[in-house]
T-cell receptor, first 115, second 113 residues
Framework: DTGVSQDPRHKITKRGQNVTFRCDPISEHNRLYWYRQTLGQGPEFLTYFQNEAQLEKSRLLSDRFSAERPKGSFSTLEIQRTEQGDSAMYLC?????????????FGPGTRLTVL | AQSVTQLGSHVSVSEGALVLLRCNYSSSVPPYLFWYVQYPNQGLQLLLKYTSAATLVKGINDFEAEFKKSETSFHLTKPSAHMSDAAEYFCAVSKAAGNKLTFGGGTRVLVKP
């Protein structure tokens, strides 16, 4: 059983550039979540999908952020015109989504540094 | 709105001593509560979760937590710390099955030999 994978693990970019991250959930997991974690803080919810439908977006997700899950499998998170404040760890998690308080399984994260 | 407060951003314990990490929550509905652990350069791993069954929840690696509704608390304990327990621990709450998690700020545990 492979876990949640994320690619790349690290990304360094210059301010103003666009970046895209990929998340591959555990197979058969219907729900996929994105969180952002800044240094010394707990993860903060960004958005989540039930299959290919994006069901909720946080106010943290500005217009520069977009997420997709086109076929209900992998997901991408794109940040346009990056700012230094976007520097953080971006975590992806997946869950079955069909049971009481089902467990969210987290990937290793993508660490973004915006110079 | 839900929120989670973890008292103490850093905790230092001696190897073999009791580990106690505090978590208080606020929720307008009966919550689901979770403890996750994060080792350096790794993702979060679930230690245990409360889903309105038994109030004393046992998790992996001898961790356990007790849900106390009257105190709105879900403190995490381990009777005897091991060097491998050095990590950051996060308490989280959600209000519905499969819903988004709201995390506390985390507590970093240092284990002294």
């Amino acid at each position: 059983d492979t876990g949640v994978s994320q690619d790349p693990r690290h990304k360094i970019t210059k301010r103003g550039q666009n970046v895209t991250f990929r998340c591959d959930p555990i197979s058969e997991h219907n729900r996929l979540y994105w969180y952002r974690q800044t240094l010394g803080q707990g993860p903060e919810f960004l958005t989540y999908f039930q299959n290919e439908a994006q069901l909720e977006k946080s106010r943290l997700l500005s217009d520069r952020f977009s997420a997709e899950r086109p076929k209900g499998s992998f997901s991408t998170l794109e940040i346009q015109r990056t700012e230094q404040g976007d520097s953080a760890m971006y975590l992806c998690a997946s869950s079955l989504g069909d049971r009481l308080a089902d467990t969210q399984y987290f990937g290793p994260g993508t660490r973004l540094t915006v110079l | 709105a839900q929120s989670v407060t973890q008292l103490g951003s850093h905790v230092s314990v001696s190897e073999g001593a009791l580990v106690l990490l505090r978590c208080n929550y606020s929720s307008s509905v009966p919550p689901y509560l979770f403890w996750y652990v994060q080792y350096p350069n790794q993702g979060l791993q679930l230690l245990l979760k409360y889903t309105s069954a038994a109030t004393l929840v046992k998790g992996i690696n001898d961790f356990e937590a007790e849900f106390k509704k009257s105190e709105t608390s879900f403190h995490l304990t381990k009777p005897s710390a091991h060097m491998s327990d050095a990590a950051e621990y996060f308490c989280a709450v959600s209000k519905a099955a499969g819903n988004k998690l709201t995390f506390g700020g985390g507590t970093r545990v240092l284990v002294k030999p």
